[in-house]
């Protein structure tokens, strides 16, 4: 484009070249900025998932106060999720400080006091060479292969050290969405990985917002931990909706005149959504709408009479089976005839008398 037989034709061609460089030089200042934009919004987006995750942590403290054997080993878990996942934003954090002083100097003034980057005052935002130099690297060696390791390493550590033994797939696929590597773009001459793709051959600006989503996509996987961990300190707990008063005689039911009763008195609750079965002595039941059992024998023999058998329910964690034991006494009947106005009976006079029998009920 930039030929031509006359000198005028060769000046003419230049211009032309000038000026859709300048042109170019416009749209990218243009880009630039916006991506300056969204790293304003992706800094503020990391400050609310550290206020979030910090909340977490403390709500994990206060429900300690409360049930510290059950909570512990939960919190314990999450303090260990904060260690890791501080080191690798601390890491990303620091990365981008040192890009921006390569970049611009080391008394940029894209740095806030409180070691925040100010993207309208970066300099050099277009600069690519501090971005290959650094992140990539002349042998495949730069600061984005460290980085693609130390998360692979939190990912290992969440899925093996804090999810091991834990039911937890969705947590997994999200942690996997959010971190995910699997980039490897095979060209002409050459095999792209998520590094080189991510990072090689774009400006400054872009590399420090890239960074920052990095940052914030470990961040929002920590969120995503900690609300799984605390859903886990009540995950094997009953969920009941109605109490009842139950009365258990602690030595018989049955007690003669004079004698005493002695009960224990608890307080039970229940769930009357909740269905449930019970075999007992080989008989089978199923819960009514009340959440209940009605369990009736006939006393056909004297004595104790023992029923057992075991519950069978759904758990928080799977099928249940809960052991049933009680027993009742059966008598034989015993009347009981006395007057109720003279201690004689005279021929020919209407007495009142009152016959009790025991067990019958008039």
Do not use: C
């Amino acid at each position: 484009m930039a030929g031509g037989n006359t000198p005028r034709q060769k000046m003419i061609n230049m211009m032309y070249l000038v000026l859709t460089a300048m042109l170019a030089l416009n749209v990218s200042a243009e880009v630039l900025d916006a991506f300056g934009i969204i790293e304003v919004g992706l800094q503020q987006t990391a400050d609310i998932a550290k206020t979030k995750n910090a909340q977490s942590l403390q709500n994990f403290a206060k429900a300690a106060t409360d049930n510290e054997a059950k909570v512990k080993p939960w919190q314990d878990k999450a303090k260990l999720v904060e260690e890791k996942t501080n080191e690798i934003t601390d890491y990303i954090n620091n990365l981008k400080l040192d890009l921006v002083k390569k970049g611009d100097g080391e008394k940029t003034k894209a740095i806030s006091e409180d070691g925040k980057i100010l993207p309208e005052d970066l300099e050099n935002k277009g600069n690519t060479d501090v971005v290959n130099n650094m992140l990539i690297g002349g042998n495949r060696d730069g600061q984005a292969y460290v980085l693609r390791n130390k998360i692979e390493e939190y990912k290992e550590f969440i899925f093996n050290d804090i999810l091991k033994d834990l039911d937890a797939p969705g947590l997994v696929s999200e942690i996997n969405g959010l971190l995910n590597f699997d980039f490897n773009k095979k060209g002409a001459t050459d095999v792209r990985t998520w590094e080189t793709f991510t990072f090689e051959g774009i400006p400054l600006m872009s590399a420090v917002a890239m960074l920052t989503k990095i940052q914030v996509d470990v961040q929002n996987s920590e969120s995503s931990i900690y609300d799984y961990l605390f859903t886990r300190i009540d995950a094997g707990t009953f969920k009941f909706t109605e109490l009842e008063a139950i009365v258990k005689p602690i030595s018989s039911s049955a007690i003669v005149k004079g004698g005493e009763f002695e009960a224990q008195i608890s307080l039970g609750a229940y769930d009357p959504t909740q269905s449930f079965t019970a075999t007992l002595n080989g008989g089978s039941y199923t819960s009514d709408g009340s959440g209940k059992i009605k369990v009736k024998r006939r006393g056909d023999a004297v004595g104790m009479q023992k029923i057992s058998g075991h519950i069978d329910f759904k758990g928080p964690e799977g099928d249940m089976k809960l052991p049933v034991n009680f027993e009742f006494q059966v008598v034989e009947p015993n009347l009981v005839a006395s007057s109720d106005k003279m201690y004689v009976f005279y021929l020919g006079f209407l007495t009142s008398v009152s016959i009790t029998i025991r067990g019958v009920n008039f």
